[in-house]
Each structure stands twice: as structure tokens, then as C-alpha cells.
């Protein structure tokens, strides 16, 4: 369950920081395989099976939301392939999708699919190709806080709403005793901190807004109304700030929550408060649907964010690696795909225990076909 990995996040985290706040990833790391059925462990090597073995370094930007999981497969990339190395750099979804089409980098992560401008852009980019969207990082948002003595929050959707649009500004409010009855909270001032960069997840955080509060959120895109709280850059800025004020509370990646080791809200979906683990998260990726066709998976956010099943924690996040169907030189196009093959085959315990749910099953299957099929 993820949020028992909160002891061992940092420790963990040490080990797969290193590289990638030097940007390059490219440091060595063991770890078992992951079939396509979602089977895993975490102690031997990458399999070099169906790799085309070729050196040299990728190239990649975009969502701070992947960067802890980009490190770890940079470092499992660089141990099966001799001489291969990633480069990442984690500068936000919106940097990651503009470089991408204007051929700046390899391939982009983002929390975001690209918009029809960009579309076209990087289909020229691409050589007359599309750019395929294929969402391998899952990441769940958790609604992370920092007040003192209250370590099991419950929190409905509106009253999140509520909090991060200013209407709530005080933990002992009415509405939050109501949910936490037993509970005392203190009479303690709510410190709302909120991504002040370009950001994928505050794309995300209020496309779910919207869609589970029957649209008493007025408000989307990457970047977050500054009417209430303070911000802060970064999965990692908002995590921190957050654990350096009483009474904090963002919207931020579950692994980033327990790097600070700040407390997650359980939230009422519409079926009772829901606790963030891997298990509910589970729930939610068995009901996903996408937008679009094939090899091009753009997740259907609106259905996904409106899931108020018992046992389902939907407000998770699908970052994307951006990349070319086809129009990569020929040693690009077979780093590209050895890449992201080892990222299929790293979906296993440590990257679960930086806060990512491993992908499984049908899904993993079709991720394998597209990249299977990248010329």
C-alpha cells in the first residue's frame, strides 16, 4: 500500500536523486523485470531481451511529477544498455511538450496531452508522423497536509474545493468537524500552496475539480488561480513548503507527500472516504477509458475524474511520454524505443515505493504494442 512506504521513501529517494539533479541519469541501479501481466520483484537486472543495445544519450524534459520514477529508469536504462544514458530534465509539462515539437529534445513528459496547436506541430516535427501519447507513469495526487496532532483526515470533493478556492480557511471549520466527527481539530489557519509554475498537475488537480463538484469549480489549465495561498515551483517546491508551515496543504503526487512525510487526506469520492493506497488506486485504472484510438492513449479525464465507485481513488495522475509514431533518425528512433522498453520492465516494488503505481496487465500489453511499433 503506498502510503506504507513513507518510512522508506527517503531512503530510496537518496539512492535515485543523485542523477537526477544533475539532469543526466545515467548512474547504475538493479532491480528485477516486469512482465506485461504486472509480475514483479525488485532485486535482479534488467533483461537486455528485444534491446537494441544502441549507445548514446537520450534526450528528454518535461513533468517534475516523473522525475524521481525518470531517474530510476534512467539508471536501469544506462545498466542494460552499455554506453546509453537519459538525460531529463524535470522543467515542468509545458516546457517538456514545447521543446518536444519544436525538435529540442527526444521525447517529453507531461501530465497533459498536447493541445490541437501542438498537434500539428508535432506532426511536422515528426516528419509527417503523429505523436503518439502513451501514459506510463501513474502517479495518485494525494491532498498532502502538515497539522500537528490530526494524522487521519477525511476530506469530501467540495470540501476540498472549497479549501483551495479560499471559501474554507480554517481547520476547525464546520464543514471539515462535520467529516471528521471525533476528530479535534485546531483552531489553526489553513496554509493553501499551490504549483506557481506551468504545471500538469495543476492541469489535472482542476480538471477533477470540475468534474467531481459538478462544476462548482470554474477553472482549468496548467497554471493555478493565485486568488488564495502562496505558491511554489515544483512537485518537490510545493511538498516542501508545505512541511514548513503549520497547518500547509497542496495537491501534489503522492511520493512527493512522503519524501516530507506529511499526512494525506482520505477523500469522499461519493462512496465514503477513500484512503490513497494501491489497491484503490487499482479500482480507478480498471475503469479507465482514452479519447483517442490505437497507439495514441489519451486518457479520458473526465470519465476518469467523475468515478465515484466504492473502493476507487481516482484523482491520480497519467503522465504521458510524448514521442514520434515514426521520423526519428534511425539511432534515435532504437534509443527511444530501448528506453521506454525498460521502462515496461521496471514496473515493479521500488518504483511503487517512490510513489508510482506499476502498470499491469491489458494496459501494459498496450503499451508494448505501440512501442513495438515506433519506426
Known sequence: ?????????????????TAVSLVACSSDS?????SADGSSAGSSEVSADGLS??????????????ANAMDYFGQRYAEAVSG??????SSGS??????????Q??????????????VAQANERCGGNDAWHLPMVIGPVAIAYNLEGVDNLNLSVQTVAEIFDGTITNWNDEKIAAENEGTELPDQEIGVVYRSDESGTSDNFQKFLTAATD?????????????VGEGAEGSGGVSTQVSQIAGGVTYVESGYAAQQGLNIANIDFGAGATELNSANVGVALDALEFTTEGNDMVVDTDALFSQNQEGSYPLILTTYEIVCSAGY????SARVKDFLNVVLQSQDSTLEELGFIPVAGSHAERLQTAIDAIQ
Not at 500500500?1 to 536523486?17: D, E, L, P, T
Not at 546509453?84 to 530534465?89: C, D, G, K, W
Not at 509545458?94 to 525538435?103: P, Y
Open 215 to 227: 462544476g462548482y469549480w470554474a477553472t482549468e489549465g496548467q497554471q493555478f488561480p493565485r486568488e
Open 94 to 103: 509545458g516546457s517538456g511538450r514545447r521543446n518536444f515539437v519544436a525538435d
Open 1 to 17: 500500500m503506498i502510503r506504507n512506504y513513507k518510512r522508506s521513501f527517503a531512503a530510496v529517494g537518496v539512492a535515485a536523486a
Open 53 to 66: 543495445g544502441t549507445a548514446g544519450e537520450l534526450v528528454a524534459e518535461g513533468a517534475s511529477s516523473q
Open 105 to 118: 529534445v527526444d521525447f517529453a513528459g507531461s501530465d497533459s496531452p498536447l493541445d490541437e496547436e501542438q
Open 84 to 89: 546509453a544514458s537519459l538525460a531529463y530534465n
Open 329 to 332: 533518425d534511425e539511432e534515435t
Open 30 to 34: 538493479s532491480s528485477d523485470s516486469s
